[in-house]
């Protein structure tokens, strides 16, 4: 007779439910909302952030024994925990009023989230572990990648641009100070609301169902790839290219640091430098 460890496929079931409720969100709701109320710029996205950081905070507390099979540790969980509230502060800086704006109450419960994880894992016991220096190598690989992934496309579409418009150059300082916004807005923006979905959690779940990490390296750039169909018709490039790359390389950093802080600086980078290309553009009509 097989005994079943009915605590443990109990614990399973919860985590894939919260797992397809993410996916949920990130597909058929934010594709959804792309494509049937492309004038509502706010609601939707203001759903989708604040359930997305609701279920991620929630896993977290509930894998809070076995983080690192979830490719989890300390330096992600503060990247977490600060960066998607610091993401109201940012818009509020900008002057961008949307419901996630800070003081705004839907913003504040980014923060009420944020609190309620650090303190319900402090009573439950849990202890972050100390930081080994791989991962800060690690770290600071995954932003090297970013950034040079964003330099060479921004490269080119300068140089194509300034053969045809020859536009006057932007100021070095104007780049800094809209990249480094750009990219601690995008930490909380894109890389706390994808890589834990993405790169931690689907990851460690397939691995404990015994998939073969190969496969869930393909797996998971798949899924991410189908999460970006928005672009499809207009950013085909984007779509077929850079998107399916990008999960295969996010996912390669996840796979052999075995943490998702890596991928997820490499995320902010790349995706700051599309407020370059903004800036360039936005730059030659002034």
Do not use: C
């Given at each position: 007779?097989?005994?079943?460890?009915w605590?443990?496929?109990?614990?399973?079931?919860?985590?894939?439910?919260?797992?397809?409720?993410?996916?949920?969100?990130?597909?058929?709701?934010?594709?959804?909302i792309?494509?049937m109320?492309?004038s509502?710029r706010?609601?939707?996205?203001?759903?989708y952030?604040?359930?997305?950081y609701?279920?991620?905070?929630?896993?977290?507390?509930?894998?809070?024994?076995d983080?690192?099979?979830v490719?989890?540790?300390?330096?992600?969980?503060?990247?977490?925990?600060?960066?998607?509230?610091i993401?109201?502060l940012?818009?509020k800086?900008?002057?961008?009023?949307?419901?996630?704006?800070f003081p705004?109450?839907?913003?504040l419960?980014l923060?009420?989230?944020?609190?309620?994880?650090?303190i319900?894992?402090?009573?439950?016991?849990y202890?972050?572990?100390?930081?080994?220096?791989?991962?800060?190598?690690?770290?600071?690989?995954g932003?090297?990648?970013?950034i040079?992934?964003?330099?060479?496309?921004?490269?080119?579409v300068?140089?194509?641009?300034a053969?045809?418009?020859?536009?006057s150059?932007?100021?070095l300082?104007?780049?800094?100070?809209s990249?480094?916004t750009?990219?601690?807005?995008?930490?909380?923006?894109?890389s706390?609301?994808?890589?834990?979905?993405f790169?931690?959690?689907?990851?460690?779940?397939?691995?404990r169902?015994?998939?073969?990490?190969?496969?869930?390296?393909?797996?998971?750039?798949?899924?991410?790839?189908?999460?970006?169909l928005?672009?499809?018709?207009?950013?085909?490039?984007?779509?077929?290219?850079?998107?399916?790359?990008?999960?295969?390389?996010?996912?390669?950093?996840?796979?052999?640091s075995?943490s998702i802080?890596?991928?997820?600086?490499?995320?902010?980078a790349?995706?700051?430098?599309?407020?370059?290309?903004?800036?360039?553009?936005?730059?030659?009509f002034?």
């Amino acid at each position: 007779m097989v005994e079943y460890n009915w605590e443990n496929i109990f614990h399973r079931r919860i985590g894939w439910l919260a797992i397809a409720m993410l996916l949920f969100l990130r597909i058929p709701f934010t594709i959804a909302i792309t494509y049937m109320f492309p004038s509502d710029r706010y609601t939707g996205p203001a759903i989708y952030h604040v359930g997305t950081y609701l279920l991620t905070a929630f896993l977290i507390w509930w894998e809070r024994n076995d983080l690192a099979i979830v490719h989890l540790e300390t330096l992600t969980l503060v990247i977490i925990v600060l960066l998607k509230p610091i993401q109201t502060l940012v818009l509020k800086s900008l002057r961008i009023e949307t419901p996630l704006t800070f003081p705004h109450p839907v913003g504040l419960l980014l923060w009420v989230i944020a609190i309620g994880l650090v303190i319900t894992l402090w009573i439950s016991g849990y202890r972050p572990p100390k930081v080994e220096m791989k991962t800060w190598n690690w770290l600071a690989f995954g932003l090297f990648i970013g950034i040079g992934l964003s330099a060479l496309e921004n490269y080119n579409v300068f140089q194509a641009d300034a053969m045809v418009n020859s536009p006057s150059p932007v100021s070095l300082s104007s780049i800094a100070a809209s990249t480094g916004t750009a990219f601690l807005y995008q930490l909380g923006f894109a890389s706390v609301s994808e890589e834990p979905l993405f790169r931690g959690f689907l990851w460690g779940y397939l691995r404990r169902s015994g998939w073969k990490e190969g496969w869930i390296w393909l797996a998971q750039a798949a899924v991410f790839m189908s999460a970006h169909l928005y672009f499809r018709d207009a950013l085909p490039f984007e779509f077929w290219v850079v998107v399916p790359l990008a999960g295969l390389i996010l996912g390669f950093l996840a796979w052999r640091s075995r943490s998702i802080a890596p991928g997820m600086m490499a995320h902010a980078a790349y995706n700051a430098g599309a407020y370059l290309i903004l800036l360039r553009f936005l730059d030659s009509f002034q």
